[in-house]
């Protein structure tokens, strides 16, 4: 019976320390200055995702892909939950994550565009998973550099940007 008891309490006590870690206590979660949901970019040529916030949760997937944009869904102390183009979701320590905003061409082929408009002369065709810098984006329109060169790509054929966002 003293066994059986133990167990449980064993059990319970991995139970509120996860829920803890996953912020799901109710408490509010440990912020810093960033707040979520926003995008960032990957700092790192390769990047751990795990499947809670600390070394000891196992890696799911490793992202190779250096500027890569991702959105930071909640934070838990250094750690943040993000999620990238396709929809795959885990866990990163903060270093791992760089301010500087990016982009990922979505879709097709896209035409990089001299002015945003959608007749504008094209400067270069970008295929679809070519990641850019994001320069700045206003109702539409986006700016972008990529592999050295620069233009405007409507905003529906990027990912790395909300709908309503103003970047300058």
């Known amino acids: 019976m003293d066994l059986r008891f133990a167990r449980i309490v064993a059990v319970l006590a991995v139970a509120l ?100 408009e959608g007749n504008a002369p094209a400067v270069a065709r970008i295929e679809p998973g070519v990641v850019g810098s994001l320069i700045e984006c206003k109702d539409q329109w986006c700016r972008v550099e990529v592999a050295g060169f620069k233009g405007w790509m409507a905003r529906a054929q990027i990912w790395g940007v909300y709908p309503n966002e103003t970047i300058r």
Do not use: C
Not at 42 to 63: F, K
Not at 97 to 107: A, E, H, K, T, Y
């Open 17 to 116: 320390t996860s829920s803890m870690a996953l912020g799901q206590t109710g408490l509010a979660q440990s912020r810093g200055a960033d707040k979520a949901p926003h995008f960032v970019s990957l700092r790192s040529d390769e990047v751990n995702l795990r499947t809670g916030p600390g070394v000891t949760y196992p890696v799911e997937w490793i992202i190779k892909r250096r500027n890569m944009p991702v959105e930071v869904l909640t934070e838990f102390e250094t750690w943040r939950k993000i999620r990238d183009f396709e929809g795959t979701e885990g866990w990163v320590h903060q270093s791992m994550l760089s301010p500087r905003r990016s982009m990922i061409v979505v879709g097709e082929t896209r035409a990089l565009r001299r002015t945003p």
